[in-house]
């Protein structure tokens, strides 16, 4: 591969790639937004790390939601609040099956991942008294950095977390070396997938290593459940939060998967309708979950369509998308890395790796790179990616993210290829 695309910009080739039976022009053709123009080129959307595209099914759910059912859920008593209570439980339903939980009750819906993750440490965060530990990692998206922060600063626990190699994976044998969890910990909070270096952590292995101290695992899985065929018990979590809006479902909701006999044992997050079973003035009891923790009008429509964009991703087969993942992957880590200068943070090879490549060219600085790159109708992110302590552990103070789903070409791959060696050109750099 080299700097050069075989086509011109302005007239892209849909192609496939090399899977057998994935058809990325027919995948792309369910997504009208991929059809638009950019500053006079053909949209390259790189950016599904942020959030993905929606397919056509998905829009359509929501508009016919909101044409056809609207109305709140649980306290109607009409037609139109049962079948808006039969879409929104729907939902519940499909989540469930689709990450193999074992009942619909262990899916508690959140408006997004953060949410999610803050009632983890929130309600876990209860039970830490002074001298217990939390651990965590360096390469975590602020969202799963903070909520165990405060939940610290609330109870006296200490926060620790596991260093990561020069290649960008968690660092287990100078965890293990340095006894990092142990009798004190009560909570290991990891990603799953990396949303800066695309590492995929071994979750499994962490998890059974918190277990045998009597820790209960959470895993953020905003990356890993949207790439990656998901079965809640082969991941070894106890908890496990993620978001409809990177899995082409909806923003609005997210989710927050618990093995039930733990959120049962959780006090509540929120007060308010709907999560009580008495209230009165001198105290409350409160629902089982997921009613416990769904205090309030909650994602009505989001919730219903979410279970539509799972339906999707399912027919579609998720161990295609995570082959397609890596093939494309593997093609942009070998186009990148032949630009002189360029640098690929974590893993360089498609072993282990999702969708997101983060990277630094000498002295262009990654706002100016994307920049420059959406002028050419080439969407990528330039920042620290809500993952400072990580930019910082690596050296640098930001980087560019390109980041593939399963809509991405070998073409758009090439554009961005040839689009980052014009940028190093424009600031007087030799690609």
């Known amino acids: 591969m080299t700097t050069t695309p075989t086509r011109p910009a ?29 500053a006079g080129h053909p949209l390259r959307y790189l950016d599904s790390a942020n959030t993905s595209q929606k397919p056509e ?83 975590e998206h602020h969202s799963n950095i903070v909520p165990w922060q405060l939940a610290c600063e609330r109870t006296g626990a200490t926060l620790r977390w596991f260093d990561i190699t020069e290649d960008g994976r968690l660092d287990l044998a100078a965890a293990e070396r340095d006894g990092l969890i ?42 890993g459940v949207p790439q990656l065929p998901t079965r809640v018990a082969d991941l070894g979590a106890d908890l496990l939060a993620f978001t409809g809006h990177k899995m082409v479902g909806p923003t609005g909701v997210g989710v927050l998967w618990g093995r039930y006999d733990l959120l049962a044992s959780l006090p509540p997050f929120l007060g308010g309708g709907e999560m009580i079973e ?3 003035m001198t ?16 994602p009505i429509a989001e919730a ?8 999707w991703l399912d027919e579609l087969g998720m161990e295609q998308v995570a082959a397609h993942e890596q093939a494309i992957t593997r093609y942009a880590l070998e186009g990148l890395q032949s630009i002189n200068g ?19 060219v000498g002295d262009v600085h990654p706002h100016d790179m994307a920049q420059l790159l959406d002028s050419r109708g080439i969407a990528v992110r330039g920042g620290h990616h809500c993952a400072r302590p990580l930019h910082e552990r690596l050296g640098v103070q930001s980087s560019t993210r390109a980041s593939f789903y399963l809509y991405t070409t070998q073409e758009e791959v090439d554009a961005l290829v040839e689009g980052v060696a014009h940028t190093v050109r424009f600031f007087g750099g030799t690609p």
Request: glycine share 8%.
């Open 182 to 223: 142990n009798e004190r910990t009560k909570v290991v909070s990891v990603a799953w997938v990396s949303n800066v270096l695309g590492t995929v952590h071994p979750v499994r292995k962490i998890a059974d290593w918190a277990h045998s101290v009597g820790a209960v695992m959470v895993v953020d899985g905003c990356q």
């Open 283 to 298: 105290g409350s009891t409160y629902a089982p979950p997921p009613a416990r923790f769904e205090a309030g009008t909650p």
């Open 10 to 38: 302005e007239a892209p080739t849909q192609d496939t790639t090399a899977e057998a039976g994935y058809d990325v022009a027919a995948v792309r053709q369910q997504f009208p937004i991929l059809a638009r123009t950019v």
């Open 57 to 139: 099914r998905v829009i359509e759910a929501v508009a016919t939601h909101y044409r056809e059912h609207n109305a709140n859920v649980a306290r109607a008593m009409h037609q139109l609040g049962a079948e808006a209570t039969e879409a929104y439980e729907g939902g519940r339903s499909r989540i469930a099956r689709f990450i193999g939980a074992t009942r619909a009750e262990e899916v508690v819906f959140t408006k997004n991942a953060s949410e999610a993750l803050n009632l983890a440490a929130h309600t876990l965060g209860a039970g830490l008294r002074e001298g217990d530990e939390v651990v965590v990692s360096v390469a």
């Open 342 to 360: 360029l640098r690929v943070l974590g893993p360089t090879e498609a072993v282990d790796r999702g969708g997101a490549i983060s990277f630094t």
């Open 278 to 280: 008495v209230v009165r």
């Open 304 to 311: 219903a369509v979410l279970g539509v964009a799972a339906d």
